[in-house]
């Protein structure tokens, strides 16, 4: 008998390389970074594209270009690649910056607009991005619906001009400071049948009437969470991203851009810088192992990475790829802090102005929903499952 073998889908893209001019755009990075923490203008974090919202620092990088890069200059933009894009992002999240202000609306609102945005919305929102001066959240998760977007409950009814917004949004980071965000919604009734039909997109104006924002403290007792709920809440046509009934397309091209970044697994890197600083000149042969698995791995994880970002630069959506680095990325993540805890006898200290104690009590306390945004992991493999036809 004659086997007919299986062919599987490529789960993420071939490797590639950056152009030579990435080393000057990163040396030119890196010199700002040094600057601006020799004059102590913030200190390294943990989890910075979360945690640290800094609105000064966000319009310096503006100011040198380095947000918007992918935005057309028609739009106020800088007409550059993603993989610019990407060398930026890693410095950034690398050094520990503050860069939670601009984040979503540059990672994932801006490549939306000009996928699926209509030009008065790109108009009205691009520059501004650009210019670090309009910030955006995610309107995705839903109480009670957890990684199940299909699940999603918000209403959006038709009115006279417009759309009726009636529900609740959860997790929301930075509502209380951002100008807008996507909200998924369903437009239609629900059908058993296909749970992804009858869902759109709108663009809520966050101070909009009806619109109440209500903070979800952390442990620490930071305020990045929210939960935003739609009291009838009234939506121009204009306000429509994309198609009518199109949004479970739209917003899975969307995870694309949230789920394969360096964030996801760069999120503890000062930490890991950190321990390495604590551990310099250690001859323990368990210790370099450790690290050297670490180092392995954070290597690998890039290079997959860089290889969605060359996907998307080329107009790709590559949800499965992007699926299996977020997963494989934040469960990293939540490996430094483990190998950080165990090789060396500092505890965390919350208290701390700066250094280890300071960065490992940031990790440990941002670490539980690493695996959660974005999608839990669970949900992941099963978008990989389905991907490769196992399920």
């Known amino acids: 008998m004659i086997l007919t073998p299986i062919r599987l889908p490529v789960l993420v893209p071939p490797p590639i390389d950056l152009p030579p001019t990435a080393a000057v755009l990163r ?31 966000t319009r310096e990088l503006a100011r040198r270009g380095w947000l918007g ?26 050094a520990g910056a503050p860069v939670a202000a601009h984040w979503v609306a540059d ?28 910030y955006f959240g995610i309107g995705m998760s839903e109480p009670d619906a957890g990684s199940d977007l299909a699940a999603v409950r918000t209403r959006a009814e038709r009115v006279d001009g417009g759309w009726e917004l009636t529900g609740t949004k959860v997790w929301t980071s930075g509502a209380h400071r951002a100008h807008a965000f996507f909200a998924l919604a369903r437009s239609a009734p629900r059908d058993e049948a296909d749970r992804h039909a009858g869902l759109s997109q709108f663009i809520v104006e966050l101070d909009s009437p009806g619109v109440a924002i209500r903070p979800i403290p952390l442990l620490t007792g930071a305020h990045h969470f929210n939960e935003v709920v739609f009291d009838a809440v009234f939506v121009p046509d204009a306000m429509v991203l994309g198609e009518v009934g ?30 390495v600083g604590e551990l310099v000149g250690s001859s323990d042969a368990g210790v370099e192992r450790d690290l050297g698995a670490l180092v392995s791995r954070l290597w690998t994880l890039r290079r997959m990475s860089l290889a969605v970002a060359g996907s998307l630069a080329c107009g790709e959506a590559p949800e499965l790829a992007a699926a299996v680095v977020k997963d494989l990325g934040t469960r990293f993540e939540n490996e430094i802090i483990d190998t950080a805890r165990r090789l060396v006898a500092i505890p965390p200290n919350p208290g701390a102005e700066h250094g280890y104690a300071r960065l490992l009590a940031d990790a440990v306390l941002h670490a539980p929903g690493f695996t959660l945004r974005g999608g839990t992991n669970e949900v992941l493999r099963g978008i990989v499952a389905r991907g490769m036809g196992l399920r």
């Open 27 to 57: 040396a030119q990075v890196r010199a700002f970074l040094a600057q601006e923490q020799a004059a102590g203008a913030w200190r390294p974090r943990a989890d910075v594209w979360l945690s640290g919202w800094d609105e000064r620092f």
């Open 69 to 94: 890069i992918t935005i057309p200059v028609e739009y106020g933009g800088h007409g550059g690649s993603s993989l610019e894009r990407y060398v930026v992002t890693e410095e950034l999240l690398a």
């Open 107 to 134: 990672r994932q609102i801006g490549p939306t607009l000009l996928r699926f945005g209509t030009e008065e919305q790109r108009r009205r929102y691009l520059p501004r991005i650009a210019t670090g001066e309009c």
């Open 246 to 275: 199109a949004g479970w397309h739209q917003v899975t091209g969307e995870l694309a851009f949230e789920r394969s970044g360096p964030e996801r697994f760069l999120s503890t890197f000062p930490l890991l810088t950190a321990l």
